[in-house]
């Protein structure tokens, strides 16, 4: 018996010491995993939005002063020839997926056109699976409802707005992970600030930080600080046709660019300071081409145009210690390759997603001497295409340049090199039809409501369909609102799929005067409804212009007030939303900016 229980007392010991060793080795493994994970970079990537190639000194322009973004290129790598899309959203797609724009479905800048398909997998999505915190700060602009949303898309911390562009640049109406907020002071310091903020909060975690500026893109408001600075100076250096340049305009856009360069350096500041400068990989590109004709080295085009002028950006990387400091690449790039790249960089492998059409630029940031064949990058934008290779450009119209002796487009050199033409004829071609069977002839996607894993739901003026009398705010819809709605005709459209039935609180933010107040509605979605009315008033000005340098395009804009207008149940599916007033009892409804639906848990 007692040979029975010292046995057992044996086995006990036993399993106990296998125990504390199975702990241990864990432990081990744990600490491994996470030491791991922090010994990965940190990445920071700045975008700006309609900051041409020209708009910074390191490139050569006396007109501004940016020592922040060219001490950071001198710090780390540029790129000589760096590609993006002529205009917004297809950049930001093309760099969160590295794919082509067309294939992720982003076909315009508005009304929906700009969201990116929902099996494309983002930067974001890859870097938060990899342990990194994830966060985006400005502007979004692929896609405003779940699962289109940011947070949906793999960005845990998301402070800004989806649209394309926005009316007020000064404490503004902005969003914080789906709720409506209040903007602090000028857009791009606060934006900077959230940035600093979720830096501070994970400088002992990995993070993924997207900032990204809506600066200097239209409406041109700045502070008087930067504005002074530049209201009097001298614009020497012009665009190659300065009969077409808007010197008002260009003191606007470059002031803009002087007050970007000031909060990198903050940010830039930040990350020295809490001890992670050599650890964090700083990226900085632009969108597109200058949103006005200004000196752009000579180039043809600007935003929107499918020559040099649209598409070539700036972009510098810096990674002390690893990235040798001021060293020029001057192979072509693209925007589709920053995803892949970055993913190198880091260490991280992706498997199960779609073809990438980018490539990791890390050979040449890390200095290895690799060899790399000519490749092509393409431009497709409206019918337009353009096709890149490192010696030459072949245009829309299917002309030849060779972009390194003449950035200006100025000499068609088809003639002189026929083999040349048309092997680049011929390769369009054939991308072409990539993107025709690729890119559907009709957007048929409706605007989602109800995601099952979020809360909030936005549907603003611009996804909307005015019927009858409303119209626009302004042709631009983005940061537009309904007007002159004024008969029970009238009514405001959107085409919604509902992702999950429930019971759905409806908020919607209106002006009215006080003459006609008073007047009933009905929101309807099939058999179901639900009636408010217009009980109080509220009719502040337009505003903006106070703030503008330069007459705007856009439409102007006004605070609008949220009226709760009660619940309604929504039945899973895809139908029209339709919003009509059943009485008005003066000249108009409401002017109608957005509906909120809060789904209830």
């Known amino acids: ?40 970079p940190d990445v920071v990537v700045i975008l700006t939005d309609d900051q041409g190639w020209g708009d910074l000194s390191i490139n050569g322009n006396t007109n501004l002063n940016t020592p922040n973004v060219d001490r950071l ?152 600080m930067w504005w002074n600075k530049l209201v009097n100076r001298d614009i020497v250096m012009r665009n190659r046709n300065p009969g ?19 909060n990198v350096g903050r940010l830039l500041k930040r990350i020295v300071s809490l001890g992670l400068k050599k650890n964090t990989i700083v990226v900085y590109f632009s969108d597109n081409g200058p949103n006005s004709w200004r000196w752009n080295g000579g180039m043809k085009g600007k935003k ?10 700036p ?17 072509i790039a693209g925007d589709i390759d920053l995803l892949p790249t970055l993913e190198d960089m880091c260490g991280i492998t992706v498997q199960h997603r779609k073809p990438l059409d980018g490539i990791s630029l890390k050979p040449f940031l890390y200095g290895q001497n690799k060899e790399w064949p000519d490749r092509m990058i393409f431009t497709f934008w409206r019918g337009k295409t353009s096709l890149r290779t490192q010696e030459y450009r072949l245009d829309t119209d299917g002309n030849l340049f060779d972009i390194i002796k003449d950035p200006g487009q100025d000499h068609n050199i088809s003639e002189e090199k026929p083999e040349v033409t048309a092997r680049l004829k011929m390769a369009v071609s054939k991308w072409k039809t990539v993107v025709t069977a690729e890119l559907p002839a009709k957007d048929n996607r409706p605007f989602t409501l109800g995601d099952p894993v979020f809360r909030f739901t936005q549907l603003p003026a611009r996804d909307g369909v005015p019927h009858g009398h409303i119209k626009r705010s302004n ?51 099939g058999a179901d409804s639900l009636s ?53 009892p003066g000249s108009q409804v409401m002017d109608f900016r957005l509906m909120m639906f809060n789904r209830i848990r």
């Not at 933010?509 to 979605?525: A, I, M, N, Q, W």
């Not at 505003?543 to 102007?556: A, I, T």
């Open 73 to 224: 290129a001198k710090d780390g790598a540029s790129f000589k020839w760096f590609y993006v899309c002529p205009v917004c959203s297809p950049t930001r797609a093309e760099f969160l997926t590295g794919r082509y724009s067309f294939r992720s479905g982003v076909h315009s800048t508005s009304t929906g056109g700009e969201r990116m398909d929902l099996d494309e997998t983002t930067i974001a999505q890859v870097f938060k699976k990899a342990g990194y915190a994830t966060a985006v700060f400005g502007k979004w602009h692929n896609g405003m409802q779940p699962p289109y949303h940011p947070n949906a898309r793999g960005f845990d911390e998301f402070y800004g707005f989806c649209s394309g562009h926005w009316g007020n640049y000064f404490s503004p109406l902005l969003e914080h992970n789906g709720r409506l907020v209040k903007g602090h002071g000028y857009i791009t310091d606060d934006l900077t600030e959230h940035a600093m903020d979720f830096i501070t909060e994970n400088k002992d975690h990995p993070f993924f930080v997207y900032l990204a500026y809506n600066t200097p893109h239209s409406p041109m408001q700045v502070p008087d």
């Open 315 to 331: 972009l510098f990387i810096r990674w002390p210690g690893i990235i040798k400091a001021g060293t020029e690449i001057r192979q």
């Open 244 to 262: 077409k340049e808007d010197i008002q305009f260009t003191k606007a856009a470059l002031a803009m660019c002087e007050n970007i360069d000031w």
């Open 532 to 584: 408010g009315k217009i009980t109080g008033a509220y009719d502040p000005p337009l505003r903006g212009m106070e703030h503008d340098r330069v007459k705007r395009m856009e439409s102007y804009v006004k605070d609008f007030k949220p009226l709760k207008v009660g619940t309604i149940h929504f039945k899973k599916g895809r139908r029209q939303l339709t919003l009509r007033a059943s009485n008005v």
């Open 1 to 40: 018996m007692k040979k029975f229980f010292r046995w057992q007392l044996y086995a006990a010991k036993y399993y106990f010491a296998v125990f504390l060793l199975t702990v241990v080795i864990a432990g081990c493994v744990n600490r491994g995993k996470r030491k791991q994970i922090a010994k990965r």
């Open 304 to 313: 929107g145009w499918t020559d040099e002028g649209g598409l070539r950006s």
């Open 475 to 525: 042709r631009w819809p983005n940061c537009s609102f309904f007007t002159n709605w004024t008969s029970t005709d009238d009514s405001i459209t959107w085409d919604v799929e509902v992702l999950k039935e429930g019971d759905y609180e409806v908020t919607i933010y209106y002006t009215c005067p006080e003459k006609d107040v008073g007047s009933t509605f009905v929101l309807r979605f």
